[in-house]
């Protein structure tokens, strides 16, 4: 293979356009993610403290390429730098997604624990619709059964607890989003507040609105923030703007 990198690039292409996933798009994928994963926060957690958590990660990254995100790399690229830095905008991206979601995974677990067992709480299991909660002592209310956005709504007019507002987490291995008495308080909250008695799929769709908990996924790539630019665009311009004083990473 030939040490340029525009020839190395146009390799690269090649064995994109024709093989897919290559040893060669394999190794620049694994390569680009790993020196991003290397130093990333996420690997503190237990789950990816070691090589072997590391390993899994980068399958879960090229998993998550070949789900179209890597075919758009290829086609927006310009160059083997502009492709290098794309990679690893979007392995940013994945890692802290990946973050997110075993925060709001431990917030989640938390959440049901407290509606099952705080006496605050009570739960009927509708015919057809599972179970779903309120709070004790309202008698029975109708099960929610509108649309998302109210929802949205509903949660953003929700205060925020203080433990969400200062990002506090408690520890390296089970990072909490809120506090155990701001999320209990938060439940009742909710429960209180809403109209309707709550499934699972509601109260896991108004945690997520509150706490910002949504996982992220970059504007595409063909989106114009200005007029013939988008968000790569200026992504790459900012790097190349530094590349004699600092790489990019």
Known sequence: MSGTPFNLFEELREEWRTRGVGDRVLAEVETQFQSVARRHPVRRLREFADDDGLRDLT?????????GRLEELFAHAGDLEHLRLLLRVR??????NERRHLDFENV???AFEMLETDPHFTHADRAGGGRCW???GRG???????DPVELQRFARSLATPASVR???RDTSTAPRMISDPDLRALLRDICGKASWALGAADLIRILRERLGAWEVETLSLSRELAPGTTIEDR???AAYDVKWTTQPT
């Open 140 to 146: 029975e209310i109708d099960r929610f059964t509108g």
């Open 108 to 110: 989640r677990k938390r």
């Open 235 to 237: 992504i790459y311009t």
């Open 134 to 136: 309120t709070l004790a």
């Open 91 to 96: 392995g940013r991206q994945f890692l802290s």
């Open 166 to 168: 200062t990002l506090r």
């Open 59 to 67: 399958q879960k990254f090229h998993l998550h390429l070949v789900q």
